[in-house]
């Protein structure tokens, strides 16, 4: 996914010359072709989080469109000020990707887990969040972000995900996605969950219970409508995603269906980490299961909410 994103950042710059790359610190190799075709537009800075986030957007007042690329927790937590008084004030098209949303760097602890990114980027106006769920809507994504006047922040898996997109679904900033229709119950999901929430929907599916998928690929602007639609006909709904319950994809549509359907409320449960940060230490999947976030659990809180 990662090298998908960077990819594009290139073709990107081959067509537009308003496009330019920020990195901090990430190794050598990164981008190389766009270095030597474009060394004007390319920059590769040390360990200066803050600073980078400065200076695009000081590039983007000037008319550019600056790409910046480093680890999630560095470009939220320790960038939030630089990100909001930059950025979001000035409402400016910086697009922040986000290296290793949720557990990807289990092994590093929870200095380097982004689970709480989406929260804190959505609570900023001006702000948009998407989180892809496989490289080839990354694609789709980045070459639709050139013209996209608002700051946004692109959330990464680890790379290597299974794809389970399809090109005939679309892609629309602000539009979820129905990659499978049910009528017992829907899986509201984001990112690369949309893949164990499809697995999860197998299962059922052998259970004899025809559940949906809708994925949120833009939690910024929320595509209320969109999924209010798909969740009011079924009896159950569950949401998924690698971050924390607070401030994440289920709390978006609880907010949402309290505005506008507070009759739905009730058929909702989410699925995510909990409210703590986490005290495990391994890879990726081990701590999906230590949180929770796996087929079996999907399962069981999707038949459980169907029971009532």
């Not at 999630?72 to 986000?98: K, N």
């Not at 789709?140 to 299974?162: A, E, F, N």
């Amino acid at each position: 996914m990662r090298k998908t994103a960077l990819e594009c950042i290139h073709k990107l710059a081959q067509v537009d010359e308003r496009v330019v790359f920020i990195g901090s610190d990430l190794g050598p190799g990164v981008l190389d072709k766009m270095k030597v075709e474009f060394p004007a537009r390319f920059f590769m800075e040390g360990v200066s989080e803050q600073y980078i986030v400065g200076m695009s957007a000081g590039l983007a007042m000037e008319g550019f469109i600056p790409y910046v690329n480093t680890i999630a927790t560095f470009l939220t937590r320790r960038c939030y000020e630089q990100v909001a008084v930059d950025l979001c004030i000035h409402d400016l098209p910086v697009r922040l990707i986000a290296n290793g949303g949720g557990g990807v760097y289990a092994p590093l602890g929870p200095t380097h887990l982004a689970i709480e990114d989406i929260a804190i980027m959505r609570a900023l106006p001006n702000m948009t969040v998407v989180a892809p769920c496989d490289a080839d809507e990354m694609n789709r994504l980045m070459m639709s972000t050139v013209d996209w006047p608002h700051p946004m922040y692109i959330r990464l898996g680890k790379g290597g995900d299974k794809v389970v997109s399809k090109e005939e679904f679309g892609f629309e900033l602000g539009k979820a996605i129905q990659m499978r229709s049910g009528i017992d119950g829907v899986f509201v999901t984001t990112g690369v969950m949309t893949q164990l929430a499809l697995d999860s929907a197998d299962l059922l599916k052998e259970k004899g219970i025809d559940v949906g998928v809708v994925h949120v690929h833009t939690l910024k602007p929320f595509d209320a409508e969109g999924v209010i639609e798909a969740i009011e006909r079924v009896k159950s709904v569950v949401t998924v995603e690698e971050h924390i319950v607070n401030g994440g994809l289920g709390t978006a549509l609880l907010e949402s269906c309290s505005e506008q359907r507070p009759d739905l409320l009730g058929k909702i449960a989410r699925i995510g980490i909990s409210d703590k940060f986490a005290t495990e230490y391994g890879s990726q999947n081990s701590l999906l299961k230590h949180w929770g976030i796996t087929s079996d659990k999907l399962v069981d809180a999707m038949m459980k909410k169907m029971r009532g």
